[in-house]
């Protein structure tokens, strides 16, 4: 049987890993450390090989393997590096696992930690720092650093034993392991009252936007160390697709949502949120006689006009505990992701039917895109819920198409 290796220092090679032992493919993930073999679950066909290695130590090691993956974190470039020098010594190909950039504005980006550092030597404020305890010497050389600079790290001995060794505090050392909300990246910034974030842009799976979106809120500066290079490999998606296809792995398909029409004349539906998506949520469900009350600290003109008609009940403040009781179904359309996740748990313990507008895999049913000819009503989403924007453009296409055909008739 054909072995694979993940050289597995992130979230997606762990998921990799985990992903081809549950297709009978065996498969070692390589950590360096022993939090990464902690996070690794015990399964069969998945071995797991702990500890640093040097580039003799790689080469001799992938030689009795026919698949190298190279899943390490972005901005480890000595390992990346070692990995593909041992596999060019052996004559094998090295496939990269890449995370794919977010899009940011509004930053100031540095090529390197001492870049940063330089430029913050010459500010006033508080720094938080996100950038991992292995380049932590650079932060010591900015002025009264002690006092201004604070570190989030890994609850492991190793990393803070580097916060030790790079000069830093007790108290101005902050041991979590993420990934980080934005709520908690809000809260930690506002306890250290920080105006400056230094963060890596480490990709969706890596809680790169709930901190610039925290920062943001608060006002916070962010200060990004980019990325080494731009890098050519395959998503976590893509590496499945091949994997699938070397070892003819068959995925079972199976639809999870099943198209079905209810009645919601006279039935409570609870909206939380008063922005863009709540007001189109309100004005379908409104379409179809739901009673609704919508619970909102601010709300949308649209929302305001309706309460105003009576055509709804509006509650003018933030989501608490008990307003789902008596729902028949819930919908969480808030802009603050650990809210919505707060309703749909509220929902979930109470029985009740709850949509997520940000989060598709917490939907118990999915918002259609709408299409009506006379008699005839029909509804469209996306095969896994996620692309609304196909959804709308069907539907659309069959409104045009109904249209025409009445006039023709």
Request: hydrophobic share 40%; charged share 25%; net charge neutral.
């Amino acid at each position: 049987m054909k072995k694979v290796i993940v050289f597995a220092g992130t979230n997606e090679g762990r998921k990799l890993s985990t992903f081809l032992a549950e297709n009978g493919v065996e498969v070692t993930a390589a950590v360096a450390t022993g939090y990464g073999s902690l996070v690794m679950p015990d399964m069969p066909f998945l071995s797991v090989k702990e500890g640093r290695l040097s580039l003799e130590e790689i080469t001799e090691l992938i030689k009795s393997y026919d698949y190298i993956v190279d899943a390490t974190h972005p901005y480890a470039k000595i390992i990346s590096e070692n990995v593909k020098e041992a596999a060019k010594r052996c004559g094998k190909a090295v496939m990269r696992l890449v995370r794919p950039s977010l899009e940011y504005e509004n930053v100031l980006e540095f090529s390197s930690i001492e870049a940063a550092c330089a430029y913050l030597n010459g500010t006033e404020g508080n720094i938080f720092v996100t950038t991992g305890s292995k380049e932590l010497l650079p932060y010591s050389k900015i002025e009264n650093y002690r006092e201004r600079v604070f570190v989030r790290v890994l609850p492991t001995a190793e990393a803070i034993k580097a916060c030790s060794d790079a000069g830093f505090s007790a108290t101005n050392i902050i041991c979590m392991q993420g990934p980080f909300s934005e709520n908690m990246n809000l809260a930690t910034m506002e306890q250290i009252n920080a105006k400056f974030l230094v963060t890596k842009e480490t990709g969706k799976s890596g809680g790169f936007q709930e901190k610039i979106d925290a920062a943001r809120k608060l006002g916070t500066k962010v200060i990004l160390i980019g990325r080494p290079c731009k890098e050519e490999g395959m998503t976590l998606e893509e590496m499945f697709i091949y994997f699938q296809k070397e070892f003819g792995i068959t995925q079972e398909e199976s639809l999870s949502h099943f198209p079905m029409f209810i009645s919601l004349k006279n039935k409570k539906v609870v909206v939380i949120g008063g922005g863009r998506i709540a007001t189109r949520r309100v004005q379908v469900l409104i379409r179809y006689g739901a009673e609704l009350v919508v619970i909102a600290a601010c709300q949308s003109e649209s929302i305001k006009l309706l309460a105003g008609e009576n055509k709804l009940t509006l509650i003018e403040r933030n989501y608490l505990p008990g307003d789902l009781n008596g729902a028949f179904m819930a919908i969480a359309a808030t802009d603050d992701r650990d809210v919505n996740e707060k309703v749909c748990n509220d929902a979930r313990k109470e029985g009740i039917p709850v949509n997520v507008c940000d989060r598709k895999e917490l939907c118990d049913f999915y918002f259609p895109a709408i299409f009506e000819n006379g008699e005839v009503t029909g509804g469209l989403i996306s095969k896994d819920g996620s692309n609304h924007k196909a959804a709308k453009e069907t539907a659309a296409r069959i409104r045009e198409f109904l249209k025409n055909r009445r006039e023709q008739t």
